[in-house]
């Protein structure tokens, strides 16, 4: 049986540190296997810690780095939140909690998570007549992104469930 490390400040913090104060990223590399565990030690052990957090991508897209690589804190899925609006129309707000699944096989309209360059996008998936991607927006104020075939462009999942939160008549619940 191989014993675990124990975490410690020093690891927490240079974890932290490698991940750009993401919570879900830094679990990974503590390999621990849930980022609320991670949240609660932080908070519980080591709370001037907390500065180094960052609350806006506490569970954003994996990274390209080998370590991101693996089975996530909810298997095959993950959270994320939305940030921005071109969504809306799909019921996807600014602030939303979604439940990823971890897959490449998206069909078209669906709703994924995906990498164009090194941005991270959530919108639908469509395909133009002569077979090009197309990522389109659900908001009439953003323009939709057709997707060149020579584009450093990867699928890194569909949108199952999401979850809007505020005040009682923002707040709803959707399976995708």
């Known amino acids: 049986m ?3 490390k124990r ?6 913090r240079e974890a932290l540190s490698a991940a750009g104060g993401n919570l879900w990223k830094a679990a990974l ?9 991670l949240n609660y030690v932080i908070k519980e052990r080591y709370p001037h810690l907390q500065e180094m957090v960052n609350s806006e991508r506490v569970a954003h897209l994996p990274d390209t780095h080998p370590a ?3 089975i996530t804190p909810f298997g095959l899925h993950f959270m994320a939140t939305v940030s921005g609006s071109c969504m809306s129309g799909a019921g996807l707000r600014n602030g939303a909690l979604m439940e990823i699944e971890r897959t490449k096989d998206a069909v078209e309209g669906d709703i994924v998570i995906a990498r164009v360059g090194n941005q991270p996008l959530v919108k639908r ?3 133009a007549p002569d077979g090009s991607t197309i990522l389109q927006v659900e908001n009439p104020d953003y323009e939709s992104i057709p997707i060149p075939k ?3 462009f990867e699928i890194f999942g569909v949108v199952r469930y999401w979850m809007n939160w505020g005040s009682a008549e923002n707040s709803e619940s959707k399976v995708a």
């Open 125 to 127: 998936l469509t395909y």
């Open 2 to 4: 191989t014993k675990r």
């Open 150 to 152: 020579d584009a450093d």
């Open 7 to 12: 975490i410690t400040e020093k690891r927490v």
């Open 29 to 37: 590399l503590l390999d621990i296997k849930s980022y609320y565990y």
């Open 68 to 70: 991101f690589r693996r």
